[in-house]
Structure formats: structure tokens, C-alpha cells
């Protein structure tokens, strides 16, 4: 694979690698390895838990890459394929306590004084804290990985209507609370 192919969006590295190019669906891996990853440990899956189950479904959307429809999304769909994989991985353990260990919170420099910084953490960790599995999920999806609500609605088993109906729901929610 030349580097040329760096440079190719998602769709064209999927037609590659439906014509057997194994190093354009490594490219692919690359790319979405981290969202894969940030998703499966929104959950509360523990790091190593993650990366087994991240392999796990990067191994199926290799096999199964002729059934994507490239009018999809393909991150939404590789999100789809992990989610399944992570439910798999429960009822195999017959473990469905999905509140293990928390997101780990963006560490992004600020100009806040100390103060007002502890007295901020303290509120976003109270309000996120009080969040079920799946609505932090949604929030950090769309927040922070920046994905559109067909993505996320692809990624959770949703509608795009109710992926944005719930996240309409849970933005005026933290607003009533952090006012409070």
C-alpha cells in the first residue's frame, strides 16, 4: 500500500479492501481504533476487556466487510459491531454490571484558578456521575468524538430520531441540574 492511500477516505479504503487489500482495512484500523476503544470504555469495560473486545470486533467487520453498506456509516457500524461484541462478552460471563470503572475525564489545560477549577470538577464528576451507561455514552459521542446522530443511532441499536429526542432530553436535564 502505498502512501498515497493515507490520504483516501473510509469508503474508498472499504472498496480496497473488499478487493483484498489487507493494509487499506489496516488503515481503517488505525483510524477508528480509538473511537472504538472510547466507546467500549464509556460502557465501563476495563481497558484490557476493551482491547480484546476492540480486536474482536475489528476482526468481524473485516470479515463481514462486504456487508457494509457504504451508504451507512462505517464508524457506526464498527460501533454497532462492538457493541454486540461487548454484549456477547456479558452474557458469556453472565455479567451484565455495565458500571464498572468510569470514563476517565479529558485532562485539558485551563486558565481557571485552582478554586473555581476543583469547585467545576466537582460539579461536571457529580452530574456525569449520575448518568446510566448509555447516556453517557450518547453524551460523549456526540460531544467529544463529534459523531451525527445517525452515526450514534447506527452505533447504539437506535433511530437517529430518538438518538436526538434522548440527547434533547438529557442536555436539558444536566442544564435543571448544574442550575440547581
Do not use: C
Amino acid at each position: 500500500m502505498t502512501s498515497n492511500n493515507e490520504n483516501l477516505d473510509s469508503n474508498e479504503l472499504i472498496e480496497l479492501a473488499r478487493n483484498g487489500q489487507k493494509q487499506a482495512f489496516t488503515m481503517l484500523v488505525k483510524r477508528h481504533y480509538g473511537t472504538v476503544m472510547y466507546y467500549l470504555m464509556g460502557f465501563g469495560v476495563k481497558k484490557p476487556d476493551a482491547e480484546d473486545i476492540a480486536q474482536e470486533a475489528f476482526i468481524n467487520a473485516f470479515r463481514k466487510i462486504d456487508q457494509f453498506r457504504t451508504s451507512g456509516s462505517f464508524v457506526g457500524w464498527l460501533l454497532r459491531i462492538a457493541r454486540n461484541q461487548h454484549i456477547d462478552k456479558l452474557r458469556k460471563e453472565k455479567k451484565f454490571d455495565t458500571t464498572g470503572s468510569e470514563l476517565d475525564l479529558l485532562n485539558l489545560p485551563d486558565d481557571r484558578t485552582p478554586e473555581v477549577q476543583v469547585v467545576s470538577d466537582a460539579a461536571v464528576e457529580d452530574l456525569y456521575s449520575g448518568l446510566k451507561p448509555q447516556e453517557k455514552v450518547l453524551l460523549d459521542l456526540r460531544v467529544f468524538q463529534q459523531m451525527s446522530f445517525a452515526e450514534i443511532a447506527e452505533a447504539l441499536g437506535s433511530t437517529e430520531g430518538n438518538a436526538r429526542l434522548v440527547f434533547h432530553r438529557l442536555i436539558v436535564r444536566l442544564r435543571s441540574k448544574f442550575r440547581s
